[in-house]
């Protein structure tokens, strides 16, 4: 339970207080009405004893009574009606609230830390007032009147006779069987008359006279004179006199009720008008004492005839309203005709009444009753002395409650001696002697028992327990089961609630002040039951204080118990209560995961609140049911959405101009907002497909991002010779949480602001927005001059400026993510700041209705029936990344600016917009295909330096220099062919065609970008509005599989603009390549050396094609139709296929070999061209030749070998030995080195569809060395195997860059000339010599020095076995010297001794660079074996 004021020790006995009846007549209560008082209300500050109190017991021992009290009230002769007295209870309760600004105490329990009121002073205004409000019972005498004070006033003609009057009225009311109320205590009830007398207006000779009467009719212990109104009734007196009577009045003072008006008063006394104003007559509270006097029946006549179950603490339908109970009106003061000396008057009257009449009445009626009880007991002469004998004596068992059968009817006659010692045991009470009390209320509680009467002895156990509690000097413990079985009586047995809960109050706060909270809280709930909910709610909220109480606090059952009270209060209409208790519970709650607990809570605190017009705490409440992860059903999602709606509804009524409110739903996800700067893609149209650019539908792709990037960087260090601009930043169109956002991004005017806002719908029911658009604001900007910007003043909401874009209807489903894509329209350059978006929130009706009520019906709008919305915004908030990049923002937590809903709008720029038409989206490997593209300026300003860059240059060329102007031939028409084709004579198949073109044509050049195209328009400007269609050639790529080819447009205004240097439009190639031919080519030096200058070498170009083609792309055949090559120094010269057939066919899987010869071009011509200058040589395997150094074949032949002339190219440098020596390395490698490039151009047969279609494309291989295989694809690289790993340093040996083998034996060609067989007749001439000349040619552009060794190597018997043994003769050794590229014979003889076979090729060859010191000095190898074949004739 929670503190109280004061403790149980002065709660019991100010609730048990001897009560004393005042009846006064009609001129007394006048007089005392002057001061807007009655006369019992006139002397209740006075009535408490602040010195002790002194009397004598039944032994003649003296007792002390500390802070005695006495309550005297009028008479009133019906008990009150329960409704009048619950109506009291529920205005007292209300009425109390916690103080404003009360600091609550801070408990912390494990990790709650709640603020808990720890007072709760409604609950103990509310039991005060219940115990004093309990109305008079037959079983018990504890509100049974003692005495009964007599008023008369000195004014009246005749008081004595008054007196008597009111002496008979008295004794006619007590005793008379027509009034059963009130209950009076003995039969002889003190009368004590009282002779008002009023100083400022009445006659004191008089008033003495009359008391001087009164004393010898009544004694001077019977009478007394009190005087009053010393001062007549003025405002304006100086004197400020203390009003001791507010604090008891202004809490509960009721007005006289209509409602409960339903019959004439009973009062009595003379009733006059005045009868009227007696609004506090009545019951004995001293405190609460307030109800008027015309209460009816009571229903809780505790005698046979009353029905025991009628309660009047029944259920409280009985709703407080403010109006009804009233404080007294501040205007009026109390006593205003009493001076401080009236005061101290009526304190000593009221002394003078105890001392002389009250107490020694009671001291005398407890000793009649202790000799009564003696004499009829038969017992010794006190009963103090009889006490142990009681105790000590047999005792009889007590039989369990259930067992007794319900006598709660039983009724004692008023003398019989059981009644006796409990009106003893009562008046001991009253006078705080409990020892005697205690002993009485034992007795009489055996007694009881023993005639099974059961509301009697509940009362007698009550009463012992808390006897035994407040005896001093505890000696014995507190019987707590006596209160148990009291309580189980009154509340089972005599169905009587009131005493019941009379019980439970006590003994909680007794359990309470010995700890034993776990016990009062059990106590307390378990009178908590359905026939009042005030009463249930007030003792569960003190069961949850004993919960928090406990020496291990119990938090959640402290909340659990706090929710029930908020709900039983809500019931009994206290709705601030219920509130309070609700916000209590709700910090145990809060957070926890108790997420349907917290719903609940929350939900009922936004009804609370609405109820008491908090509206802001209603709105807080419900939003919070809203934005949590709520696990409540669809249906109950619904209801608490358009409560929510409903209160929302009626705030913003109350404020119409207000702000716009925040809403908390749907969610808005602010990092995932994506920014759009341009119009949306136009979708393909035919043949004709947009650019695909940037559109919100792309997923972010960190890779791809990287490299548009680097598309742009290459492409804007192109345009700036080669640097890239320190102001450079790349284009970003789509702004994200990806991309870069700590500058402010420029917007174009006229151009649309597309926000992608993400929202997210966390309920199972949908959400409709409506109206849904941005809120921004904008400062325009005048742009005067270069760099003078002139400022506006903030623009809001004007659609000249800036057009806004509004969606009239956006529904996402329960639970659903959605995004919302919302268009600004930029007229006018400025600065913009895009702040959040603003919308009606509302939910569709369904045909579901919730919680049984049915939606009202809704507004329809459009396809969605709009229940009811509130119109609300909501923020975007970006935080940006957190900055990492200094030691400060390391250690500290700080987050940079995140600008992407701050755009900047700058001035007009020119916007492109590119269309392909024809553009394939499959391919064979190397097919080349023709399409076009469509270049538009959609804006108002002109563009050029349209450039376009991308990673796989060798995919597409615009055609060279030239191949704008060249018509395309009429063949090449008919056959729809992509290339530029003549028609050529028959003769001359196997022939090369020569033509020469240079790369620069081609923009491909040493040191140059080949990745970035500059785009051929007509005048190198696009004007607005006009379009230009350029061809575009396509080659499918070699690799197999499907690929991704980006293009970035670059271009630029004609007019320079300070903010925007450049735009970029970007388009993503998807493109399917399947496989088409397989190519392998290999050169070898040719061993015949003749040529028609008689000088150079020639060589062999051997040609595999394979169709590696799978039927699935419906490929008939390939045919091969012809092969050229390019070259600066090559070319080729014929085919040399021994096949006759000139068709070359291949059909799937087949395999074609090809043969060409190869020679050095012409001298002259090589000498005029510049080192760009290719020599194209065609072989044609057909009547129609195609032009590979025109477009397209050239274009994609120079991008195949961009890759080879991008390679730096060396620069000589001074000569030290180690640069000398590396040259020669160098010099001796480029003896192998060919630079021969051949092209395969072929047709395939596709049919499709029963129509045949024929494609063509080109293949590509780029021989440089000899011997050497080159493949047409890229050959996949083996992963290299795992080695061991070491765990030693090498030593650092440096590398000697000394040739390969391989590079040395092509420094010299050497080549034996001799006759095939050879006859010599052996029988003749023994010895059969053969003329042979070797010749030497050296093949590199250095003197050589070479030595010609003819020993044999190799004596092994195998070798002589294998070639014969042959012998050179002559010279066996010589030593040249060949300049560069001269060719040397030497004729040398060889002798044979038998006929066979010979392999001549045992020359060994040495050679070194003539300048050179060091001698690289290998084997020359002879490339193939020389055969002679010796016949004997």
């Not at 005839?305 to 404080?327: C, L």
């Not at 259930?402 to 009470?429: H, V, W």
């Not at 806002?757 to 959400?767: C, D, G, I, S």
């Not at 040191?1007 to 328009?1017: D, F, N, T, W, Y």
Request: hydrophobic share 35%; charged share 20%; glycine share 4%.
């Amino acid at each position: 339970m929670a503190q109280c004021v004061q403790s149980v020790q002065e709660l019991i006995p100010d609730s048990f207080v001897p009560c004393v009846a005042a009846l006064c007549s009609d001129e007394a209560e006048r007089l005392t009405r002057r001061n807007h008082l009655s006369f019992a209300e006139l002397l209740k500050p006075f009535s408490r004893f602040t010195s002790e109190v002194h009397m004598r017991d039944p032994n003649n021992q003296l007792h002390i009574i500390k802070n005695l009290k006495i309550t005297v009230s009028n008479i009133i002769t019906q008990p009150p009606q329960p409704g009048a007295i619950r109506k009291l209870l529920s205005d007292v309760v209300s009425a109390s609230q916690p103080a404003e600004g009360l600091v609550a105490n801070v408990i912390t329990v494990g990790d709650y830390d709640l603020n808990i009121s720890a007072t709760t002073p409604w609950f103990e205004s509310y039991r005060e007032t219940f115990l004093q409000s309990m109305p008079a019972s037959d079983h018990e005498f504890l509100n049974h009147y003692l005495a009964c004070m007599l008023v008369a006033s000195s004014s009246e003609a005749e008081p004595v006779e008054q007196f008597s009057k009111l002496s008979q009225e008295q004794h006619r009311i007590q005793h008379n069987s027509d009034y059963s109320y009130p209950k009076w205590f003995i039969p002889n009830t003190l009368k004590y008359y009282v002779l008002l007398h009023d100083v400022s207006a009445g006659d004191e000779q008089r008033a003495d006279s009359i008391y001087e009467e009164m004393k010898q009719k009544y004694g001077t212990q019977g009478c007394y004179l009190l005087k009053i109104n010393s001062r007549t009734s003025n405002r304006a007196s100086d004197e400020q006199i203390p009003d001791p009577w507010s604090q008891y009045l202004q809490k509960n003072s009721i007005q006289n009720q209509e409602s409960y008006e339903d019959g004439p008063f009973t009062i009595t006394s003379n009733k006059n008008s005045d009868s009227n104003l007696l609004s506090l007559d009545g019951l004995d509270n001293e405190v609460k004492d307030g109800l008027p006097n015309n209460f009816r029946a009571h229903s809780l006549q505790l005698d046979q005839s009353s029905d025991p179950s009628n309660s009047f603490d029944g259920p409280d339908h009985t709703k407080p309203s403010s109006h009804e109970t009233k404080k007294i009106n501040t205007g009026i003061i109390h006593g205003a005709c009493l001076t401080l000396t009236d005061h101290d008057r009526i304190r000593q009257f009221i002394q003078e009444f105890t001392f002389r009449g009250l107490l020694p009445h009671i001291e005398k009626t407890i000793r009649q009753l202790n000799d009564q009880l003696i004499s009829r007991k038969g017992l010794s002469r006190s009963l103090f002395s009889a006490t142990k004998k009681w105790f000590s004596g047999s005792k009889v068992p007590e039989k369990s409650i259930n067992e007794l059968k319900n006598t709660s009817g039983l009724q004692y006659p008023p003398e019989a001696p059981e009644l006796q010692i409990r009106k003893m045991a009562d008046l001991c009470f009253l006078v705080q002697h409990y020892d005697l009390a205690y002993s009485c209320y034992h007795t009489a509680k055996k007694d009881f028992l023993n005639d099974q009467a059961m509301l009697y002895a509940a009362g007698a156990l009550e009463m012992a327990a808390v006897s035994a509690f407040l005896q001093p000097g505890a000696p014995r413990p507190y019987p707590a089961h006596y209160m148990d079985t009291a309580i189980q009586t009154y509340r089972d047995i005599c169905k009587n609630m009131v005493l019941a809960e009379r019980c439970v109050l006590l003994s909680a706060e007794i359990l309470k002040s010995q700890s034993k909270y776990s016990e009062a809280a059990a106590l307390l709930i378990r009178l908590t039951s359905e026939d009042s909910d005030l009463r249930s709610a007030l003792l569960l909220e003190q069961a949850a204080h004993c919960f928090i109480n406990m020496k291990n606090p119990m938090v959640r059952k402290y909340a659990f118990h706090m929710i029930l009270a908020g709900h039983r209060f809500s019931k009994a209409g206290q709705k601030k209560h219920a509130l309070r208790c609700y916000c209590q519970a709700m910090q145990v709650y809060k957070g926890k995961g108790w997420s349907l607990a917290e719903d609940h809570i929350n939900f009922t605190i936004g009804r609370q609140s609405y109820t008491l017009r908090q509206l802001d705490n209603a709105v807080s409440a419900f939003r919070h049911i809203l934005i949590n992860e709520s696990k409540q059903s669809a249906a109950q999602q619904g209801a608490f959405l358009r409560e929510y709606l409903y209160v929302y509804k009626n705030v913003s009524h109350l404020s119409p101009d207000g702000p716009l409110p925040q809403l908390p739903l749907p969610y808005i996800n602010s990092s995932a907002t994506r920014v759009f700067f341009g119009h949306d893609r136009r979708p393909a149209d035919g043949e004709k497909q947009a650019a695909t650019h940037i559109s919100l539908d792309q997923e972010y792709d960190s890779e791809s991002s990287q490299q548009w990037r680097e598309l742009e960087e290459q492409v804007v260090a192109v345009v700036n010779k080669g640097i890239i601009p320190s102001n450079f930043h790349p284009t970003q169109y789509c702004l994200s949480s990806y991309s870069d956002n700590s500058r402010f991004p420029l917007a174009v005017v006229e151009e649309p602001i597309t926000v992608e806002v993400a929202f997210r719908n966390p309920l199972k029911v949908p959400l409709l927005l409506t109206d849904l658009s941005l809120l921004w604001k904008f400062q325009p900007k005048h742009f005067i001059g270069k760099d003078n910007e002139e400022s506006k003043e903030l623009v809001t909401g004007e659609p000249e400026m800036i057009g806004t874009e509004v969606i009239s209807e956006f529904l996402i489903n329960s639970e659903e993510s959605k995004v919302a894509r919302l268009k600004l329209f930029p007229h006018h350059v400025g600065e913009l700041h895009i702040l959040g978006v603003v919308y009606n929130l509302g939910t569709i009706q369904g045909s579901v209705t919730v919680d049984g009520i049915g939606g009202l019906p809704g507004c329809h709008t459009g396809k969605h029936s709009l229940n009811m919305s509130v119109r609300g915004r909501q923020d975007l908030e970006i935080q940006g990344p957190r900055l990492n990049n200094t030691k400060e923002e390391k250690t500290s937590i700080k987050y940079g600016p995140d600008r992407r809903l701050d755009p900047i709008i700058t001035e007009e720029m020119p916007l492109l917009e590119v269309f392909f038409i024809h553009f394939p989206t499959g391919l064979l490997c190397g097919e080349i295909q023709k399409a076009y593209v469509e270049f538009v300026n959609v804006s108002k300003c002109p563009l050029t330096g349209l450039k376009v860059v991308s990673k796989r240059p060798e995919f597409f060329t615009f055609g060279g220099n030239t191949a704008v102007l060249t018509p395309l031939s009429p063949s090449a028409s008919e056959n729809c062919s992509a290339y530029k084709t003549v028609v050529t004579d028959s003769t001359s198949v196997c022939t090369a065609l020569i033509s020469a073109a240079s790369s620069v044509d081609f923009g491909i050049g040493i040191g140059s970008q080949p990745e970035v195209i500059p785009v051929p328009l007509p005048d190198a400007v696009l004007l607005p509005g006009a379009s230009v269609q350029l061809p575009m050639w396509l080659r499918g790529p070699d690799e197999e599989g499907v690929h991704e080819i980006n293009f970035l447009f670059y271009y630029e205004s004609v007019k320079k603009k300070p903010k925007i240097q450049h735009r970029i439009l970007r388009h993503t190639a998807i493109i399917c390549t399947s496989r088409s031919l397989n190519v392998r080519a290999t050169v070898y030096r040719s061993n015949s050396l003749e040529d028609e200058e008689g000088r150079g070498g020639n060589m062999l170009v051997f040609v595999d094609v394979e169709n590696i083609n799978t039927s699935e792309a419906g490929v008939k055949e390939f045919h091969i139709v012809q092969v050229s090559s390019s070259s600066k120094h090559w070319m080729l010269q014929k085919s040399v296929n021994l096949s006759e057939n000139k068709d070359a066919k291949l059909a799937s899987r087949e395999k074609g070999k090809f043969c060409f010869k190869a020679v050095r071009c012409k001298e002259k011509e090589a000498a005029t061209q510049s080192s760009e200058k290719y020599t194209f040589a065609d072989i044609l395997f057909g009547n129609e030749q195609i032009i590979s150094s025109a477009s397209p074949c050239a274009d994609f032949f120079y991008r195949s070998l961009s890759s080879e002339l991008k390679k730096p190219q060396t620069q000589p440098s001074a000569h030290t030995e180690k640069q000398s020596l590396e040259d020669a390395v160098r010099l001796i490698r480029k003896c192998s080195e060919v630079d021969l490039n051949i092209v395969i151009l072929w047709k395939a047969y596709v049919v499709e569809d029963s129509k045949q279609l024929i494609l063509e494309g080109q293949h590509h291989v780029i021989l440089n060395t000899i011997g050497k295989e080159a493949f047409s694809y890229p050959q996949k690289q083996e992963p290299p195997e795992m080695e061991l790993l070491k765990f030693v340093r090498p030593e650092n040996t440096t590398v000697s860059s000394r040739p390969s083998v391989e590079q040395l034996s092509s420094l010299i060609k050497m080549s034996l000339h001799y006759p095939e067989s050879f006859n010599h007749p052996f029988h003749q001439k023994s010895l059969c010599l053969v003329p042979v000349t070797l010749l030497l040619s050296n093949c590199s552009k250095a003197d050589v020095d070479v030595i010609v060794d003819l020993r044999h190597k190799t004596t092994s018997p195998e070798a002589l076995e294998i070639h014969g043994s042959f012998t050179w003769l002559g010279q066996t050794q010589y030593k040249l010297q060949l300049k560069s590229q001269e060719i040397h014979s030497l004729q040398l003889k060889a002798c044979f001794v038998h006929t066979g076979v010979y392999n001549l090729g045992t020359p060994r060859v040495f050679a070194k660079l003539s300048d050179q010191v060091t001698v690289f000095e290998t084997s020359q190898q002879n490339s193939m074996p020389a055969l002679i074949i010796i016949n004997n004739v």
